[in-house]
């Protein structure tokens, strides 16, 4: 099995781990998987959703969590972590030039077109990854970082089966009318090829949404994705930070209650259906208090608060839970090690 080579850092695996947040891919899992030979990836949303005085001051209270976050994932030398970063969130550029002293290795940012991204890593090794799901998003960035000498060092591209926020129109996801995965992977390979050709260097692809066994894995690599990205499988794992009533919500799950939503962040999401779900977007829950995270938000106009139902799910109560179109799969807990011998031994 190939190494994944991003600049000047080499995973033995070809394996990123998605960035699952609030509090699901922290220093746990991040590590856990670091260690197995692939990529660990902490989530930066609201990252300081324990600190004590998250709810009045949630801006310090992330950065001041950020760090240790970053320090217990990177305990062991070798281990290669990213942070996930939501380009929507407020604060953006503080977050990332925040991981960036705390020594993170990768940025890894999607939900929206990280233009501005190379300005905030300036001067440091670290390594810049966006998410997209088309060669025209994927071009839109690369134009605007060219105007900062800048490429990416590894481009993730998220197919329409992924958990979480959706690079795709809501009528796609409904009616199946979107391009898959695999055919995606081709298109933004001969996208790629045009910079690597033209500047003489080399951008790994990395394909993920919808990847659950073995066979996907070597599918997705055999079309030509130079690794793949995971993120909902390994939720069903002991070393995944979430709680254990979350991770229940998975082995609970049917494929009838895989749903798709439009999230408060104004996109296409996927979450597994629940009491909170149904109500949420029947009635909807009136936001009584505002956490800032989202830069555009309206809390006069959402259905519910995003941070507030993704912290109360963190802590083992009832909220929002994001899943991959393969979520319901997950049908016992068992180790990341295992999971990852089983993907490519």
């Not at 899992?29 to 004590?52: D, H, K, N, Y």
């Not at 972590?81 to 940012?109: C, P, W």
């Not at 912290?311 to 083992?316: C, L, R, S, T, W």
């Amino acid at each position: 099995m190939k190494e994944l080579k991003i600049g000047d850092l080499t995973a033995k695996l070809p394996l990123v781990q998605g960035g699952m947040g609030v509090g699901i891919s922290l220093s746990g899992l991040a590590s856990a998987v670091a260690e197995a030979g692939g990529i660990g990836t902490i989530s930066g949303v609201q990252i300081g959703f324990r600190e004590p005085d998250f709810r009045e001051n949630p801006l310090e209270a992330n950065l001041r969590a950020m760090g240790p976050e970053i320090a217990k994932a990177k305990a062991n030398p070798n281990n290669i972590i990213a942070i996930n970063l939501m380009t929507a969130m407020r604060n953006y550029e503080t977050y990332a030039k925040e991981a960036v002293q705390s020594g993170i290795d990768i940025i890894v940012s999607g939900a929206g077109l990280p233009l501005n991204l190379p300005k905030y890593i300036a001067g440091s090794n670290t390594k810049i990854m966006p998410i997209v799901s088309s060669a025209r998003a994927l071009n839109l960035i690369i134009k605007s970082w060219l105007k900062s000498d800048r490429l990416p060092d590894a481009v993730v591209l998220e197919g329409p089966l992924a958990g979480g926020h959706l690079g795709f129109k809501m009528d796609e996801i409904q009616e199946q009318t979107y391009t898959p995965l695999e055919d995606l992977i081709g298109e933004l390979k001969d996208a790629l090829a045009v910079y690597e050709n033209q500047y003489h260097v080399n951008i790994p692809l990395i394909a993920g949404g919808g990847i659950h066994t073995r066979d996907d894995v070597h599918r997705i690599l055999g079309l030509g994705a130079d690794a793949v990205q995971i993120g909902s499988r390994f939720i069903g794992t002991e070393e995944c930070d979430a709680h254990e009533n979350y991770k229940q919500a998975f082995l609970n799950a049917t494929a009838e209650d895989m749903r798709i939503i439009k999230s408060p962040v104004g996109l296409p999401a996927r979450a597994i259906r629940n009491d909170f779900l149904d109500a949420a977007y029947t009635d909807g829950f009136k936001v009584n208090h505002c956490f800032g995270c989202m830069a555009k938000c309206k809390p006069a106009e959402i259905p519910f608060c995003i941070s507030k139902y993704l912290v109360d799910v963190a802590k083992g109560d009832e909220g929002l839970v994001f899943s991959g179109a393969n979520g319901y799969r997950i049908n016992e807990i068992t180790t990341v090690p295992k999971l990852v011998e089983e993907w490519f031994e």
